[in-house]
């Protein structure tokens, strides 16, 4: 059971090599469905060997498969091997299911574009690549999966290519990403330094054998952070997510949302028992996460774009389980990772559905009584506003309250901002919802903005909005099932809090709530009445009007000016240093390699006169060098 | 230096017997030399330098041929000298030995080394690289004369 | 050989230790049997069956690897030496068979060539590579290298139509025999100053012995170095191969750049290493200064070609240093990284002459560097395996070149040569710009022209084209050994056209599988290091 590991892997990177080679000949929807199916068996051999590890005692729950031998250099030697764990088999199991439906989605999403066979290789890929960075063992193979998804991203943001703003996207997060990736790198070569070794497990015993002493964590950790930071859109690192809105919905709905910019998190997650000893690296974790909760929960409720909101949702809602991270509550930063992939990947496939219905209009001012045409699409995209709002008895109910509770348990303040964020989340969404579904039909009389230059392979027009074919409809309603049970994962009741128990092998066990049953139940109910009080707002503002200036302020709408600042101190600054130092390049640089290559030149012209061609010549030259080699060797000799 | 005795009287006697039949080849044969007969044509003009001789490459292949068993022939020697020593082991190795040759030999026979007469095989006269602008450089306007 | 008088003492003789040569030598004499008694058919019969026994070499050399272990034991009165080195070598050598097979195969058909002789050739010039490498004697060295060397001279020669193979042919058998004839007198000196020419023996009778007049010594080891370092293509002893190479027919310049070197290097392993790894102190500062000149000649050299047959020749020169390089370092670490260079340098090499072999067309004519413009947009798999054995040969990461050539660096610093290794690491930055040139030339566009066209037209790096004062005109006399080619043939050469000719069957698989070896065994290098490793472990 166990031994079917590296099927999870392998069926996706099958499933990559078979569409890159026979995809165009399978064409559309062929190849699609050829992907869909390698991602649904790597969900059958997760669940196989998820199987195994529950026949294993709790305590041992834990299976390394060594693969093969990678490289070795010195000490260091990497192999590719798997850890099955209950965390990497928690990311893996909702990885390849989430990432399942949204193959499936995609199938119709993507139909009748030109490069249909080329997403779902690159779609593929990405799984595979992803699911490497959570199964790894060690470090240098999780970087390899890190590095895979990134480029994944990377490909897929700029999917539509000719776009510039795609393009430009694609670039902009790269370069975030690469940011970030600069502190993991620099954090394996500390711990490699310290512990002589990548392997999380023995990371972990050169722990507790005291190898790492405390500032060393304290500074490792705070690299990770960074890597995380740019791999999960935290500030000041965040910018590109948006960005990325720009790739085909089904990407964003995959990449940027339910799994990989939930790396950062599973990393720090990973590294548990490390921040279990750094406090000062907690609160950093758990401040930027709050504050990037808040923030990105602001700036959405003044967006106009469909998918900029979700995107700046997301920003917020990776927040929270930093937040978590840092509180020591990694079971609810697990918890609410995986409810947010089903409820954020359910808003996105929505809001795909709704572009795709809408002939790629994304701009929810000119949208409204959508439900009448889409009932599918806009009844699971209430059940996932009341999800992420944190209405009970939804799946973000739970997974929320859990992170707050323990928020509160580590620092009032970061609890008091959560519960505002958790506020504007619940009206954010619900002005979005609002607005696309609920009200008059705008469309009617503004008209499309500029459906002209979006090329979604779907331009075709006609009159009204229809409802998504069955095959992207199918995933949707999946999801909102999920987002309505998921909260039976970790429902704090004693016996009910499986996930808990699920991961308490690898994660150190949460803080010790020491509140009494009275102060959580009315923590809870705080939550509830701030869920509601959003809902409530959201209707009552938007349900009428479309147009409220003041509650959308523009430098909300500028994401705090965030992206302008960055731009200005670092893109502008960059690329006047990058003007001197090219500069410099074309003196020194470019002088010396230029100098190498006329002395190579001229030595070669003149060295190649020896090779006249005449066998004579050749022998002399073999007999001179005998003789010079000859004397040489003998002059050695004690004669 | 006693062992080279033989070698050296080997030489001695190689020696004297070629002198030998020299001088008496000159002494038996009748000699009667006329200017006509010593001319190496009995017409046209009187060369004033040998023409090159030529050989059909053929006569080397024989040649190597020959070779190949002359040597073959001479491993026999020793090898029959200490046969009785040697028993099985030594006649399975003489076997291998002359099989390899006789392959060899099967080889060039079937290639037509010991073939005389006229070729069978037509292999193109004409150079592989050669092409009607390369003929027209080496004849040049004038024809072969130039 | 030692006849005692009265009993003679009959050698055992252990078969299966020698299997793979065995095999390479019996092979060519079934399949001449067959070429007597039959003869219709094509070429396909011929490759077919030196391929399979190819493969059962490598297998023969598989099973001795297994078998052997780490014990290693002599065979055959102490002639051969039965251990894991020389099943590597053997194994190498098997494989090397079998690609020059295939590429043979697609030669004989454009060549319309139907005849056994050059696979059967191939097979007999590797079964004394084999015996180069399993050598426990001098003199089987020796012999090995004349069984090598006598069947190149041949295949050199194969291109009957083609005035340079006989050329390449005729100074590859000069100068071979002369470099025969300094080895065996090497090994008369050897014998003299130690009483024997078994390795082992000679091993241990300078470890239990200090030689006071060790000038004879001295000056055999020196000539054997010489001896071998003509078949390795070390400077100054190179002088032969870029004409060899530039004239023999490419199926027979990849086998000979991959084999004869492969054999070489095995040899001076073995009489280096091991029958006089004592004397290192006299010879590491010959192997030192031989791998220095290599690499500088090899890469200076490289640059100014405009024949790619020639540069590749070059550039192997280069690699020659690199490998000399490991040598000299006389270390586990040099032994190891010796033996992965070979094996990756013999894929990497026999892959770059199968696209020479393609591009050149009929007579192997086209190789000027502007007959591989836009060879990516004619046939973009060829281009994109020639790119990765190009950059392979270069050392760009990801390939197996990159760690061949990092582990020869590192046991060079390992062993505190650390100008040999800056000296390397320059000389293969020298020749990347070369092998950079080729394949920034095969992604350049096509332009149908000749190579009298005006200078600077087909440099692809116009930047650095100014600085050549002649570009075109030092191609002529000096450099081709016009001696014995006629002009007219040279200007028939040089007015072909780019034809856009089919890939051969053969050409496809060799170049599928040496690229791919490049790159996987460049992304997951622990099988092959671990092979190389496990090689040189026992001495």
């Known amino acids: 059971m166990l031994q079917a590991a590296f099927l999870i892997l392998a069926l996706p990177l099958a499933g990559f090599v078979l569409l890159a080679i026979f995809g165009r000949r399978l064409g559309d929807p062929a190849a699609g469905y050829l992907g869909a199916l390698a991602i649904a068996a790597a969900f059958v051999s997760a669940l196989v060997t998820w199987a195994g590890l529950l026949a294993l005692p709790s305590a041992s729950r834990q299976y390394q498969q060594h693969l093969f031998g990678w490289f070795s250099a010195g000490s260091l030697k990497v192999p590719v091997a798997l850890l099955v764990d209950p965390l990497s088999m928690t990311m893996a199991l909702f990885v390849t299911g989430v990432a399942t439906l949204i193959h499936l989605y995609s199938v119709g999403y993507m139909r009748g574009d030109p490069q249909y066979s080329k997403f779902f290789v690159y779609l593929n890929l990405f799984v595979f690549s992803m699911l490497t960075l959570v199964l790894s063992n060690n470090l240098v193979l999780t970087f390899l999966g890190w590095e895979g998804v990134g480029a994944c991203s990377y490909w897929l943001i700029s999917f539509w290519f000719h776009r510039p703003s795609a393009a430009s996207a694609g670039k902009k997060a790269f370069i975030y990403n690469r940011v970030g990736d600069v502190g993991f790198l620099v954090a394996m070569f500390l711990i490699f330094d310290k512990t002589h070794t990548l392997n999380y497990t023995a990371i972990f015993a050169a722990l507790h054998g005291g190898m790492l002493s405390g500032p060393v964590v304290t500074v490792a950790l705070l690299l990770l952070f960074l890597g995380a930071v740019g791999k999960s859109a935290q500030i000041p690192l965040y910018p590109w997510l948006v960005d990325a809105m720009e790739g085909p919905t089904p990407v964003s709905a995959l990449i940027h949302a339910a799994t990989m910019v939930t790396a950062g998190v599973y990393l720090m997650t990973r590294m548990s028992p490390l921040l279990a000893v750094s406090q000062t690296a907690s609160v950093v974790v758990a401040s930027v996460g709050v504050i990037t909760a808040f923030v990105a929960a602001a700036a959405a409720c003044a967006q106009q774009d469909i998918k900029r909101v979700l995107a700046y949702s997301t920003v917020s809602q990776l927040g929270y389980m930093f937040l978590a991270v840092g509180a020591h509550a990694y079971v609810a930063a697990i918890f609410l990772m995986v409810a947010h992939a089903f409820y954020k990947a359910l808003l996105f496939l929505g809001a795909g559905s709704v572009i795709h219905g809408m002939h790629d209009e994304q701009d929810i001012k000119r949208m409204g009584g959508l439900r009448r045409y889409m009932p599918v699409t806009a009844a699971t995209f209430v059940v996932a506003w009341l999800a992420i709002g944190g209405v009970p008895p939804l799946a973000g109910f739970w997974a929320k309250g859990d992170v707050l509770l323990n928020a509160w348990a580590d620092a009032r303040w970061m609890w008091a901002v959560g519960l505002l964020t958790a506020l504007l989340t619940a009206y954010y969404i619900g002005r979005e919802t609002v607005l696309v579904f609920y009200g008059p039909e705008r469309w009617r009389s503004l008209g499309p903005t500029s459906a002209s230059d979006r090329s979604d392979a779907h331009g075709n027009a006609s009159s009204d909005p229809h409802e998504a074919p069955a095959v992207m409809t199918l995933p949707l309603v999946v999801l909102a099932a999920a987002s309505v049970l998921g909260g039976l994962l970790n429902l704090p009741f004693s016996g009910m809090d499986v996930l808990t128990h699920w991961l308490s092998p690898v994660v150190t066990a949460p803080r010790i709530l020491s509140l009494g049953v009275s102060a959580r139940w009315t923590l809870e109910a705080a939550d509830a009445v701030v869920a509601l009080l959003g809902v409530a707002l959201a209707v009552g503002l938007w349900r009428k009007r479309s147009d409220r200036q003041a509650l959308e302020p523009h430098w909300l709408l500028a994401g705090w000016g965030l992206d302008e600042a960055m731009d200005r101190i670092f893109a502008r600054s960059g690329t006047r240093l990058a003007a001197v130092a090219a500069d410099g390049d074309t003196r020194v640089i470019d002088g010396a390699v230029m100098g190498v290559a006329r002395a190579v030149r001229y030595g070669g012209a003149r060295l190649r006169l020896l090779q006249s061609g005449y066998v004579r010549n050749y022998a002399l030259g073999i007999a001179l060098g005998t003789v010079v080699i000859l004397g040489y060797i003998v002059s050695r000799a004690a004669l | 230096m006693e062992q080279y005795l033989g070698v050296f009287v080997l030489i001695v006697l190689g020696a004297l017997f070629a002198a030998l039949s020299f001088t008496a080849s000159r002494l038996l044969g009748p000699s009667k030399p006329t200017v006509a007969k010593r001319a190496p044509y009995e017409c046209g003009i009187v060369p004033n330098l040998e023409p090159v001789q030529r050989f059909p490459v053929r006569f080397y292949l024989v040649a190597m041929i020959f070779i190949i068993f002359d040597i073959e022939v001479v491993f026999l020697y020793p090898w029959a000298v200490i046969y009785s020593q040697l028993r099985l082991f030594g006649l399975a190795e003489m076997v291998v030995f002359a099989a390899a040759v006789v392959v060899a030999f099967a080889y060039l026979v079937s290639n037509g080394a010991l073939d005389w007469g006229p070729r069978k095989r037509i292999q193109p006269t004409v150079s592989y690289e050669r092409t009607a602008e390369t003929t027209l450089r080496r004849l040049p306007p004038g024809g072969r004369a130039a | ?539």
């Open chain 3, 1 to 539: 050989m030692a006849v005692i008088a009265g009993a003679l003492a009959i050698p055992h003789i252990s078969y299966i230790s020698i299997l793979p040569e065995l095999i390479a030598m019996g092979a060519p004499m079934v399949m001449l049997l067959w070429s007597a008694t039959t003869r219709s058919g094509g070429p396909g019969r011929w490759t077919a069956f030196t391929v399979v026994a190819s493969v059962a070499a490598f297998l023969a050399s598989v099973e001795i690897w297994v078998k052997v272990g780490t014990h290693p034991y002599t065979a055959v009165a102490g002639a051969i030496l039965v251990d894991r080195f020389s099943a590597f070598l053997s194994g190498i050598f098997a494989v090397a068979m079998g690609l020059f097979a295939l590429l043979a195969h697609d030669w004989a058909v454009r060549e319309d060539e139907s005849g056994p002789e050059l696979p059967a050739l191939g097979m007999l010039s590797a079964s004394g590579a084999m015996l180069m490498a399993a050598a426990g004697d001098l003199v089987v060295v020796f012999l090995g290298l004349e069984i090598m060397s006598i069947a190149l001279y041949v295949m050199a020669a194969m291109n009957r139509r083609r005035l340079a193979s006989g050329e390449a042919a005729l100074k590859y058998f000069v100068l071979g025999a002369f470099s025969s004839a300094i080895f065996l007198y090497g090994i008369a000196l050897t014998y003299g100053a130690t009483g024997t020419t078994n390795i082992a023996r000679i091993a241990s009778y300078l470890a239990s012995n200090v030689v006071v007049s060790n000038g004879v010594l001295l000056a055999g080891m020196a000539m054997l170095i010489v001896g071998l370092g003509f078949k390795v293509a070390a400077v100054p002893f190179h002088t032969w191969s870029p004409d060899v190479y530039q004239g023999s027919p490419s199926p027979v310049t990849a086998f000979m750049s991959a084999v004869a070197k492969a054999a070489g290097f095995a040899a001076l392993v073995r009489v280096l290493m091991e029958a006089m790894g004592t004397l290192r102190l006299d010879w590491q500062p010959a192997i030192y200064v031989l791998a220095v000149l290599s690499l500088v000649v090899g890469g200076i050299l490289t640059v100014v070609q405009r024949d790619v047959k020639r540069m590749l020749a070059y550039s192997s020169i280069s690699h020659a240093g690199f490998v000399l390089a490991a040598l000299q370092s006389a270390s586990a670490a040099g032994r190891s990284a010796l033996a992965y260079y070979v094996a990756a340098y013999t894929l990497m090499i026999i892959g770059s002459f199968a696209v020479a072999g393609h591009v050149g067309g009929p007579g192997d004519r086209s190789q000027d560097l502007s007959s591989y413009r836009g060879l990516s947009s004619r046939h973009p798999a060829v281009g994109f395996a020639f790119t990765i054995l190009l950059l392979g040969q270069a050392g760009a990461p990801f390939t197996t070149g990159f760690l061949a050539k990092f582990y020869v660096v590192s046991a060079a610093v390992g062993n505190g040569s650390y100008t040999l290794a800056v000296v390397a690491m320059l000389s293969a930055v020298v020749t990347a710009f070369f092998y950079l040139r080729i394949v920034l030339g095969l992604y350049g566009s096509e332009e149908p022209s000749t190579p009298e066209g005006p200078p600077g037209v087909l440099e692809p790096q116009p930047a650095l084209v100014g600085s050549v004062g002649e570009p075109q005109a030092s191609h002529g006399a000096e450099e081709r050994g016009s001696v014995v080619v006629p002009e007219v043939l040279v200007a028939a050469s040089a007015t072909q056209v780019i034809e856009v000719s089919e890939v051969g069957a053969g050409t496809s698989v060799v170049l599928a599988l040496c690229a791919a070896a490049t790159v996987v065994l460049g992304v997951w290098p622990s099988p092959l290091l671990d092979l190389a490793k496990a090689a040189t472990i026992i001495f």
